[in-house]
Every structure is written in C-alpha cells, then in structure tokens.
C-alpha cells in the first residue's frame, strides 16, 4: 500500500497568514492526489483534485501543486472559517490511502 | 442539489451484521461511481470501497481490512448504494459516510455511525 505522510501535524497562524502543508508519498502517484477539509463535527469536503485544480465553489485563496511524491497545500490567506483537519489522498493504486491530516487552528 | 443522505448505523455486537444505506438525489446516479469511506472516533479517514457503474459491469473493491466481509452494492432505479457489512468487529466502529464519485470523494453524507461493541 502507499503511504502518505504530512506535515506538520499541526499548526497555528494568525489570520491573514500564509499557510502551507506537505504531502509526501512512499511512490510516484503522478498527479493523482486530492486535498479534504473537515471542520469539527462536519463531513469532509474536497477542496483540491488531481493535484492542483481547485474544486467548483472553493475560494480560490486554497491551491494545491506537486507531482510525484511531494505534493503542497496553500491557503494564500488564512481565514477563521478555515479553522479544520486538511487531509491529502492518494488515488493512484488501490486502496487508496489518507494522511494522517493536519490541523490548521488560529493563533 | 446533490444530497447524499446515509442511514442504518446503530450499535451491534461482534459477529454480526448490519446494511447501510445511502439514499441520493440531484444528479443521475447511475451515471456515477459511488464510494464508502469511514473514521473511527478521534481518527483519520479510511477508504472502504466503491461500485462502479453498470457500464463498468458495476465492478467493486475494497480495502483489505473489509475485504470478504463487507458488499457494496447499488440499485439505480432508487438511486441507493447500500453497505453490508457482516462479521463486524469492534475496529470497525466509525462514522461511515458516502459519496459521489470514485476518484475523488465529492458530495459527502453526514455519515452514520457504526458502535460494534458487546
């Protein structure tokens, strides 16, 4: 199975900061990964397939680049409302696998 | 709208079975894939599995942890994709959720919870 780690695990930045998570794979998964955002309480939501491509009704202050094993996720702009676990997955081979999240909290 | 609505969690002991449901409307869902997922209290997310379309001979696969003891299935004039699961455990208390789509994991349920416990 591949693995997929991040980082950090967690982290805390002031509103309006630039917030940045990596995304790495135990193999070359291409482009083939999505990015989730789950608040508290709440169902996830993709943000970010096929790597890059932000989903339709996202804002675009959330981008996602990398290919092969090392993947980024960006929010431009941290906003309150951005308060959540981001997870990455992989879909290249089955199963596809989750990382073991990151959580975005504001200072 | 896409609405994705999951039923029949509920407590069960070890060794038994339970079938969730994941009522859909909004969109024409025989023409997608459609996958389960699941997280267990306080954890990550797991992908369970999917069924493909009636044009992909409605193929499924599964993780290997619910590998010969779940079924996916789906019934197209309901626009319903169903989850059986047998010979629980209790590892396999979670949320489980729904969604449209295989690849990618678009329009969630609220999920439904699973308590495998005796």
């Known amino acids: 199975d591949i693995q997929m780690t991040q980082s950090p695990s967690s982290l805390s930045a002031s509103v309006g900061d630039r917030v940045t998570i990596t995304c790495q794979a135990t193999?070359?998964?291409?482009?083939?990964l999505n990015w989730y955002q789950q608040k508290p309480g709440k169902a996830p939501k993709l943000l970010i397939y096929d790597a890059s491509n932000l989903e339709i009704g996202v804002p675009s202050r959330f981008s996602g680049s990398g290919s092969g094993t090392d993947f980024t996720f960006t929010i431009s702009s941290l906003q309150p409302e951005d308060i959540a676990t981001y997870y990455c997955?992989?879909?290249?081979?089955?199963?596809?696998?989750f990382g073991p999240g990151t959580l975005v909290d504001i200072k | 709208e896409v609405q994705l609505v999951e039923s029949g969690g509920g407590l069960v002991q070890p060794g038994r079975s339970l079938r969730l449901s994941c009522t859909t409307s909004g969109f024409s869902f025989g023409d997608y894939t459609m996958s389960w997922f699941r997280q267990a209290p306080g954890k990550g997310l797991e992908w369970v599995g999917f069924i493909r379309t009636k044009a992909y001979d409605e193929t499924t696969k599964y993780a290997a942890s619910v590998k010969g003891r779940f079924t996916i299935s789906r019934h197209d004039s309901k626009s319903v994709a169903y989850l059986q699961m047998d010979s629980l455990r209790t590892e396999d208390t979670a949320l489980y959720y729904c969604?449209?789509?295989?690849?990618?994991?678009?329009?969630w349920g609220q999920g439904t919870l699973v308590t495998v416990s005796s």
């Open positions: 997955q992989q879909y290249d081979n089955l199963p596809f696998t």
């Open positions: 193999q070359d998964i291409r482009y083939h």
């Open positions: 969604t449209r789509g295989g690849l990618a994991g678009r329009n």
